[in-house]
């Protein structure tokens, strides 16, 4: 072969090696931890064999088998629990019936136990976006792996009329990436501990390729969601490469003038979270990479902010699913996003080196700062109750804008009827709004009663939506729903989540386990990559709170407890590169400003 061919050759093959995507999965084989339930269970034998770990090996020694046999008229079920909530699918390693011919099985996923035992199409339970109820053959001692979807519990039914399935093996196959938590939290409530750990392991489930919304329905890259997840990543795991992929796709499949996701307040969204992930990992050259599409956008935003200050945002004008019908809590809202976009937009073009631009921004905020005040009398004015979905959405906001008073949004709509009203996604504006209050044992109470009551019926991950209503007379998500109980997954869900559709783990509820570490460990970075960091305890009726804190620089490890005078004791270790500023609580409004970005201009 000449040389000429020979260096075409090894082009398109080094073209085609690097055109492939990298994974940075792990799988993990986990064995059931119990059976729940079993139909015709005289035709099973050796169920327990089961719950035994093994080595997803098929051998000649045929031991320690499930058998299962089937009728004409018996057609043996088993649903299995694999103990919490996982993303991957099932490793199936078979025996050596007489038959030795493939077996033809039903599979069922589940995130609760009444889901596992649906049918698709029933009651909401749904194939969208993953298969989770599917038929398949099992091969003659040999192994199979099928779905990958967002479960705990697996129903496997046995399908044809006399036939005999023999089961070495059937594992869940954990699907997610193996990083270390670097950031954690313990203080002496242990129901807060259990909230801050769910909803890290929630955001961790959701860290696949890219960043998602929920790993069952919701396989996607919703910008607005997002941040509650970045926050939680920068908290718990540190700077990751699948944040910065996943704000580049939406990026990248939204040319402007498009709007994000095809909603206004998703490109809103992004335009904060590329403020607010600098601020947390210093990453100059990520963040320069985004000034041609960062600075169109602005440009694209104030062009839809009138005369007067008020937004004109395109796309769906949305928040969350709970305050979408709610048109005034919506405008309300987006007004204040809008601020806190111009805000965000105006430090980073500072920042990037285009003054004017930045310029235009603060005056163009200041204009929608007086435009939304006359939103947020509004708001007050209204004579619905203060928890009418959409009212504690907006006020979080407006505070958060610096429009309404913190004390003003807490008390007359946020801290009123306590977690009515709150809603997974926005709660965590909400818990925000009351710690700027200085309310941070009533943020805490919610906390327990909200986010604590998803984990009461049996949650391992938290949910799409919730609502505290749901919780009277429900049963566990675990066990299979006795007469006279309310089945908390199929009964109720709103919008596009009506029951078993409705995600189990949904990244955006884990505000909490940020907000823990925020607020309670009182961590804040005050220059970009924690070149400087202010530590603020807010102990609130806690003893003591400990934990740390991943920077670009190492981990800060951080321990607070109350003395008997009331005061608290701080000791902080901060990794040397880190300039450490350590506040006493002051117990009152606490100013929600973003951080200075100071540094030189990229």
């Given amino acids: 072969m000449s040389r000429f061919f020979t260096f075409i050759l090894l082009t398109v093959l080094c073209s085609a090696a690097c055109a492939q995507q990298t994974d940075r999965r792990t799988r993990q084989y986990l064995p059931p931890t119990r059976i729940v339930w079993m139909q015709d269970s005289s035709y099973i034998r050796g169920a327990n064999n089961l719950l035994i770990p093994g080595n997803g090996q098929a051998d000649l020694s045929n031991r320690n088998m499930c058998v299962m046999k089937s009728t004409g008229g018996a057609h043996p079920a088993k649903l299995l629990d694999f103990g919490r909530e996982l993303h991957g699918g099932l490793r199936i390693v078979t025996g050596m019936p007489r038959g030795q011919k493939p077996v033809n099985v039903r599979i069922r996923f589940g995130e609760s136990v009444s889901e596992a ?60 990436r193996d990083i270390p938590y670097l950031g954690h939290f313990r203080c002496s409530d242990t129901l807060l501990n259990k909230i801050w750990d769910t909803g890290a392991y929630t955001v961790h489930l959701n860290m696949q390729n890219y960043l998602w919304d929920g790993i069952k329905r919701d396989r996607l890259v919703w910008m607005g969601d997002l941040h509650p997840e970045v926050m939680t990543v920068a908290t718990v795991f540190g700077a990751q490469d699948v944040v910065n992929r996943s704000m580049d796709l939406v990026k990248q499949t939204t040319p402007l003038p498009g709007w994000m996701n095809g909603i206004g307040s998703y490109s809103l ?61 919506v405008d309300a809202g987006l007004q204040a996003m809008t601020i806190m976009a111009l805000d965000a937009g105006a430090q980073l073009c500072s920042l990037l080196g285009n003054d004017s631009l930045a310029k235009e921004c603060a005056q163009t905020a200041v204009k929608a700062r007086k435009a939304a005040s006359v939103l947020a009398r509004s708001l007050l004015k209204t004579k619905s109750e ?118 189990l783990c949904h990244g955006w509820a884990s505000g909490p386990t940020s907000w823990l570490s925020r607020w309670v460990l009182g961590v804040r970075p ?43 004791k701080s000791d902080v270790k901060a990794p040397e590169g880190v300039k450490v500023i350590i506040k006493q609580d002051a117990s009152g409004k606490k100013e929600h400003r973003p951080a200075a970005i100071h540094g030189k201009r990229i």
Avoid at 283 to 297: F, S, T
Avoid at 457 to 475: K, P, Q, R
């Fill in 269 to 329: 969204w992004w335009i904060i979270i590329q403020r607010d992930w600098y601020l947390y990992t210093g990453n100059k050259e990520y963040l320069a990479g985004q000034r041609e599409y960062l600075e169109g956008l602005l440009k694209q935003v104030i062009s839809q902010t009138d005369e007067k200050g008020r937004e004109k945002t395109g796309g769906t004008r949305f928040l969350d699913w709970p305050s979408s019908e709610n048109q005034a809590a």
């Fill in 117 to 176: 035992m649906s049918n698709a199409g029933e009651n909401g339970a749904t194939n969208d976006h993953a298969m989770r109820d599917f038929k398949m053959s099992l091969p003659w001692l040999g192994v199979a792996e099928t779905g990958l979807s967002g479960f705990r519990f697996a129903r496997i039914d046995l399908l044809d009329d006399d036939s005999e399935l023999q089961l070495k093996e059937i594992s869940a196959v954990s699907v997610m």
């Fill in 386 to 503: 203060p928890y009418t979905p959409g009212n504690k959405q907006a006020a979080a906001l407006l505070a958060m804008s610096g429009v309404m008073p913190a004390e003003t949004a807490a008390e007359r709509f946020i801290s009123r009827g306590g977690a009515k009203g709150f809603s997974t996604f926005y709660g965590y504006y909400m818990l925000d709004a009351l710690a700027m209050a200085g309310q941070f044992d009533t943020a805490m109470d919610i906390m327990r009663t909200y986010w604590g009551g998803m984990l009461s019926v049996g949650a391992t991950t938290f949910w799409e939506d919730f609502d505290i209503a749901w919780l009277e007379n429900a049963a566990r998500i675990d066990r299979p729903v006795p007469a006279g109980k309310k089945d908390i997954h199929g009964d109720y869900g709103a919008y596009c989540y009506t029951g078993f559709r409705h995600s």
């Fill in 526 to 568: 005050l220059e970009a990559g924690f070149a400087a960091v202010e530590i603020e305890p807010h102990l609130g009726s806690l003893q003591w709170a400990e934990g740390t804190f991943p920077t670009p620089y190492g981990v800060i490890n951080v321990r607070h407890e109350k003395m008997q005078d009331g005061s608290v």
